[in-house]
């Protein structure tokens, strides 16, 4: 005979265990992954994330552009202002040394006449040449000759007077030179001019008509010759 276990169940019948009085079917659910319950919103949730982190990017896009281009303005201006100031610079030095040297010019016309009258001797002559020396190199230029045109621009006209044989309004003395530093007119040379006469045929002019016109003899057929 077999021997019976109380309550007529064998061991092999007993039920699998079941903690806290789940079912199979609720197990079965708590063991599917977590994707599986979310599967239908991931999707969605990653697209709204991608729209936001472009929204970013654009706009941190427009603030990059922006502070490019105040950086390329700001460049902009500050060559301008060092241009500026390098000018400014430039013009206030020139005028600094031409006001210098205008100073200086009834010395030098001092030394000019000296050496018209042969008095620039000895030491009085070394200091003279090394002043003009010195003036000179630092960009001071004489001009004014005479025989040139009188150009009102710079020179002055002091005295006037007419003559024959110019044909235009010329120096024919300069009274005192003019000097120039650079494009900068210091002083215009003061100069003496001569127009032509009024009514008269300048001298040049003159000569070729008498070498154009024939003699007496020419015109009277030779001379006689008995």
């Given amino acids: 005979m077999t021997e019976e276990t109380p309550g007529g169940f064998d061991d092999k019948d007993e039920p699998a265990d079941v903690s806290d009085g789940a ?22 949730g990653d697209a709204q ?4 982190l472009t929204a970013q990017l654009d706009q941190v896009r427009t603030a990059l552009g ?13 060559q301008n202002y060092r241009r500026r100031v390098e000018r400014d610079r430039v013009t206030v030095k020139e005028i600094a040394v031409a006001n210098l040297l205008g100073e200086l010019l009834p010395v030098l016309d001092d030394i000019g006449r000296a050496r018209e009258h042969e008095e620039l001797t000895g030491g009085f ?3 003279a040449d090394s002043l003009e020396a010195i003036v000179s190199k630092m960009g001071l230029q004489q001009f004014g000759e005479e025989g040139e045109s009188f150009d009102p ?49 300048p001298a040049k002019e003159a000569a070729a008509d008498e070498e154009k016109s024939p003699s007496a003899d020419e015109e009277s057929g030779g001379p006689d010759k008995g």
Wanted: aromatic content about 4%; hydrophobic content about 35%; charged content about 20%.
């Fill in 23 to 44: 079912t199979p079917d609720a197990a079965a659910e708590a063991g599917r992954p977590a994707s599986e319950e979310a599967g239908g919103t991931a999707p969605a």
């Fill in 49 to 52: 994330q991608n729209v936001a």
């Fill in 66 to 78: 922006e502070r490019t281009a105040d950086l390329q303005r700001l460049q902009a201006e500050y």
């Fill in 125 to 127: 002559k070394s200091v």
């Fill in 153 to 201: 621009t710079i020179h002055e006209a002091l005295m006037h007077s007419y003559a024959p044989d110019v044909t235009e309004t010329t120096c024919v003395a300069i009274l005192q030179p003019g000097y120039r530093f650079g494009e900068r007119t210091i002083r215009p040379a003061r100069v003496a001019v001569a127009e032509p006469q009024p009514g008269a045929q």
